[in-house]
């Protein structure tokens, strides 16, 4: 099942399947535009296709994320970990 | 390159132990400024090594080497540009994966480099053992494994570096291959840019192409446009075989590598369990009890500067009015003696007294803070909050400095990572009352009226920090930055470190704000000797008097707060000519004095950070705006609370 992380339960696991920003997805996506570069920072920091990241836990009052990812642990802002698409077994 | 003199870049991670490095290196012998037209710092030292001369240049701790901080491009041009001798690269051991997607870049980049194999001990910990001579052969660079909080592998790593300059050691690193459909596409490039002047070496010129690197794109389409629309076809063939941007296809190969080398050379046993440091993340991080716990955090801290700074400000104080007879004795009494002491010395006495007692321990409890791992958790707890007004939440840390000094606080909101958003944090910490307004705050309204009153306006504050920031925030175009953070486990701060830094951050707090807090000291005394104060004060009376309802003396007083707000109830203890202000003041002329004090001005120092950190436009619109705001607000308030029952 395909879901944000933002839906994963407190200590689940996922694979990454994409990340998703802007609508236009496909050729040429978004070079230069506004949610290139956000997608590249994600993958900067390790959250590439094919990654496997646990989700931690989240903070309170619409709070980040927090996301274990190649051995390491990151804060992700809900806006961003929204956009971050996970294949999950249920 | 004059010989016998070597530049070497230390580069790497956040929090991978680089500035312990640095410092064990440089010792007390570095500067601290900034990189040319950034308002990134720029941390550079020197030392002597077997009859060499090494300048150290500290880059900023990144992940990457794209152009998405200015960090990342300050370091990447550094290395392409400036081309140092060496970069030693620091690699956090018990975080090899990610910090090898780092090395593989500059490896892209081909300089001539070593691996600094950091943190050993912690990696044992964590059951991961690494062979460092694997590593060596795959990379084809030297590797050393240092432990930097005990000085390990310092000096070999100094060793290493001057055989690399008398060429007894190798240290161009051998090339990293991609997976054939993207290797095949950056060999095609490279073959199209044999000739090219390029500022980046051609690898590492070719996959940023290949990625949409929109900088690189501009300087080779001047040499040769054909290459850059090349790159763009290529790129969507990429992107037709992966399904994904190709920059995530080249990233995602790029972590590949460093993962297959990271599971080569490394062999996880099952860690030594690290109950405490995880119960301690965990129960800082959690949901309810985070929240109590940074409370508790953040006022012990306040307690303890505000505690030992009384005490050390009281102490100094005492100590400096005992030269005032010297003083007198050696420049007499008259106008020159005056100037002298009231103006000069005060000045001086004025920032040693009551900057200096308390800036120095807020800095020193911050960084223990940070480098102990606190601050990021506290970070992660604020995100949600922050973002309403459109930072996130690392930008809590510039605002809690505040409530010590803006002008700290000011030249910290580096720490968030577009100018937008520094711009945004730099605007929101000049409305945090410092430790000068407190001192109206409690002086005032706390002493005459009772601290519930104080309290509220600490509240009041609060609220039009946030709806203020919100209305930036929506005035200012642009997109918010989501938070990315990484989270280090938690460790015991390196003191020497965190003193040392702390050293270098109050030696530029005293140059910027000390020249002004003096000369703004005398020319205050010039207009008392003058006898231009009480004109000063009739020409504001209309805004004193008829619009706030204050006294007309007040006036006096708002010009002298501009350069040092600590003493405007000093200044106006005399000028009311009584310490007791319920005789002269209503309760309702309090509450608006002191409003229009927290808010009308940053403070002289505070302007000259502005300047510095946003350019003087920017700042004197800061400047004027709260003068206005404050204007504004005291004059409601006055006409406002009596409404409420306030007179």
């Given amino acids: 099942m395909e879901l944000p992380l933002t839906e994963l339960r407190d200590g689940e696991s996922g694979t990454i399947t994409s990340v998703r920003i802007g609508q236009d997805r496909g050729r040429g996506h978004g070079r230069g535009g506004r949610g290139w570069g956000l997608e590249r920072r994600l993958a900067d920091m390790g959250l590439t296709p094919g990654t496997r990241v646990t989700a931690a836990r989240s903070a309170p009052l619409h709070g980040p994320l927090e996301v274990l990812v190649r051995g390491t642990r990151l804060a992700l802002g809900r806006g961003v970990a929204e956009r971050v698409f996970v294949e999950v077994e249920r | 390159m004059t010989d016998n003199r070597l530049t070497i870049a230390l580069a790497g991670n956040a929090n991978v132990g680089k500035s312990v490095i640095f410092n064990y290196l440089t010792g007390l012998h570095q500067h601290i400024g900034n990189w040319p037209g950034k308002t990134v710092e720029k941390a550079e030292g020197t030392l002597h090594f077997k009859g060499y001369t090494i300048d150290i240049i500290d880059l900023p701790g990144i992940y990457s080497l794209s152009t998405f901080s200015i960090e990342e491009l300050v370091s990447r041009e550094y290395i392409a540009v400036e081309r140092p001798d060496l970069v030693i690269n620091v690699v956090d051991a018990s975080a090899l994966e990610r910090n090898l997607f780092f090395t593989l870049q500059l490896v892209e980049l081909e300089t001539p480099m070593i691996i600094a194999l950091n943190q050993k001990d912690m990696a044992e910990k964590k059951g991961i053992r690494i062979d460092h001579e694997k590593l060596e052969s795959i990379l084809g660079i030297p590797v050393v494994s240092t432990v930097a909080i005990k000085g390990v592998g310092v000096y070999e790593l100094l060793e290493t570096a001057v055989g690399i300059a008398e060429g007894d050691v190798d240290a161009k690193p051998s090339g990293v291959r991609y997976g054939d459909e993207v290797e095949m596409r950056i060999r095609k490039m490279i073959d199209m840019m044999r000739d090219a002047p390029l500022k980046y070496s051609p690898r590492y010129t070719a996959i940023q192409l290949l990625q949409g690197d929109e900088e690189i794109e501009k300087e080779v389409s001047m040499i040769n446009p054909e290459v850059v629309s090349t790159a763009g076809r290529?790129?969507?063939?990429?992107?037709?075989?992966?399904?994904?941007?190709?920059?995530?296809?080249?990233?995602?190969?790029?972590?590949?590598?460093?993962?297959?080398?990271?599971?080569?050379?490394?062999?996880?046993?099952?860690?030594?369990?690290?109950?405490?440091?995880?119960?301690?993340?965990?129960?800082?991080?959690?949901?309810?009890?985070?929240?109590?716990?940074?409370?508790?955090?953040?006022?012990?801290?306040?307690?303890?500067?505000?505690?030992?700074?009384?005490?050390?400000?009281?102490?100094?104080?005492?100590?400096?009015?005992?030269?005032?007879?010297?003083?007198?004795?050696?420049?007499?009494?008259?106008?020159?003696?005056?100037?002298?002491?009231?103006?000069?010395?005060?000045?001086i006495i004025a920032g040693v007294t009551i900057a200096l007692p308390y800036i120095a321990p807020f800095y020193l409890i911050l960084y223990l803070l940070e480098d102990s791992g606190y601050l990021s958790r506290m970070a992660f707890l604020m995100d949600g909050l922050m973002h309403k007004i459109g930072l996130h939440g690392k930008a809590f840390i510039p605002v809690m400095l505040g409530y010590g000094c803006n002008v700290p606080a000011c030249l910290g909101c580096r720490i968030v990572e577009t100018e937008r958003e520094r711009l945004l944090a730099g605007f929101i910490t000049t409305l945090v009352p410092c430790a000068a307004r407190t001192v109206i705050i409690l002086g005032l309204v706390g002493a005459f009226m009772g601290i519930q009153w104080a309290l509220a306006l600490y509240v009041f504050d609060l609220l039009v920090i946030f709806a203020l920031g919100r209305i930036a925030f929506k005035a200012l175009p642009g997109e918010p930055t989501?938070?990315?953070?990484?989270?280090?486990?938690?460790?015991?701060?390196?003191?020497?470190?965190?003193?040392?830094?702390?050293?270098?951050?109050?030696?530029?707090?005293?140059?910027?704000?000390?020249?002004?807090?003096?000369?703004?000291?005398?020319?205050?005394?010039?207009?008392?000797?003058?006898?231009?104060?009480?004109?000063?004060?009739?020409?504001?009376?209309?805004?004193?008097?008829?619009w706030l309802g204050l006294p007309a003396v007040i006036g006096v007083t708002l010009i002298f707060g501009v350069l040092r707000k600590e003493l405007m109830l000093t200044m106006l203890a005399t000028l009311l000519e009584t310490r007791d202000f319920t005789t002269v003041l209503a309760p309702l002329q309090m509450v608006v004095f002191t409003l229009v004090a927290m808010f009308y001005i940053p403070c002289v120092a505070t302007i000259a950070a502005l300047t510095k950190e946003f350019g003087w436009r920017k700042a004197l619109f800061i400047t004027v705006f709260e003068i206005a705001f404050a204007i504004v607000l005291g004059g409601v308030a006055f006409r406002l609370l009596p409404v409420l029952g306030l007179h």
């Fill in chain 2, 482 to 546: 989501a938070l990315i953070m990484e989270m280090n486990d938690y460790r015991v701060p390196h003191v020497k470190t965190v003193a040392q830094q702390t050293w270098f951050r109050l030696e530029e707090f005293i140059k910027m704000a000390f020249p002004l807090i003096i000369v703004g000291s005398v020319a205050v005394k010039l207009l008392e000797v003058l006898n231009l104060l009480e004109p000063i004060g009739r020409i504001l009376s209309p805004v004193t008097v008829a």
């Fill in chain 2, 234 to 347: 290529l790129t969507e063939e990429l992107e037709e075989i992966h399904g994904h941007p190709s920059s995530t296809v080249i990233t995602s190969e790029r972590y590949g590598i460093a993962g297959r080398i990271a599971s080569e050379v490394q062999k996880v046993t099952t860690p030594t369990k690290q109950p405490l440091i995880e119960t301690l993340h965990n129960i800082t991080t959690d949901r309810f009890f985070g929240y109590p716990i940074m409370l508790a955090v953040v006022l012990s801290m306040f307690f303890t500067v505000f505690s030992f700074g009384d005490l050390l400000s009281g102490l100094l104080g005492d100590f400096f009015s005992s030269w005032q007879a010297i003083f007198e004795s050696v420049f007499g009494a008259g106008v020159v003696g005056e100037l002298m002491w009231g103006g000069v010395m005060e000045g």
